[in-house]
């Protein structure tokens, strides 16, 4: 992998998986605090270096602690598929674990790509939860949604979390199946090597 495709996957994976779900998480929360403490308002006002600083801090607190919820979701889905397949994740699992691969396949690639968006999936899932109580409760307060506007966006919240939760399933059996490929062309890539090994042999030098 080359430094900007580095580069980019650093930068890319804690944006999507912590801190977009954070600080969506915490966003009706800070509001409420703003609205019911004049104070913090005051304080974030004159020290913006310093709040700022606080509100990054909180929003990637909140991420981490989406992402490890996520982590129990991703273990419940791996169990609904050992139900599902008894012993295939165990057989590719842990072979993968174990796996040199010297070259880095577009396999590698894709999967590294799939585990992102499994883990922003799973911890928008719990962002969404976590955002919609703070929510109503700021439109109850505020009222600057009627009552039909606030009950459909509502509704359009839990959708999205149960769409996100779908879309983290059918994730994880993705990458379930990309290991499987790379296993296998770990084992092909091994065999072709032993057979050009005695292929290159040529007969013993008395």
């Given amino acids: 992998m080359d430094l900007a495709s580095a580069l980019k996957t650093e930068i890319l994976r804690p944006l999507t998986t912590l801190v977009i779900p954070g600080a969506l998480a915490i966003s009706p929360y800070v509001a409420l605090l703003g609205l019911h403490h004049p104070a913090l308002a005051r304080f974030a006002d004159s020290h913006p270096a310093l709040s700022g600083t606080l509100l990054v801090l909180l929003t990637l607190a909140a991420g981490h602690v989406l992402e490890d919820a996520g982590s129990a979701l991703e273990r419940r889905w791996d169990a ?15 072979p993968y674990l174990k796996l040199r691969i010297p070259e880095d396949r577009v396999g590698q690639r894709y999967l590294r790509t799939l585990v992102v968006r499994m ?8 962002a969404l939860l976590a955002f919609l109580p703070g929510f109503l409760v700021l439109q109850a307060q505020q009222g600057f949604w009627g009552t039909g506007a606030t009950a459909g966006f509502a509704a359009f919240i839990l959708l999205l979390a149960a769409w996100m939760a779908r879309e983290s399933y059918l994730s994880c059996a993705s990458l379930d199946e990309v290991r499987d490929l790379l296993l296998e062309a770990s084992r092909s890539r091994r065999l072709v090597g032993r057979r050009s090994t005695r292929a290159f042999k040529g007969p013993a030098v008395p």
Avoid: I, M, N, T
């Fill in 119 to 126: 883990k922003f999936e799973l911890s928008l899932f719990w």
């Fill in 80 to 94: 609904r598929r050992e139900r599902d397949h008894p012993g295939q994740r165990e057989a590719r699992w842990l």
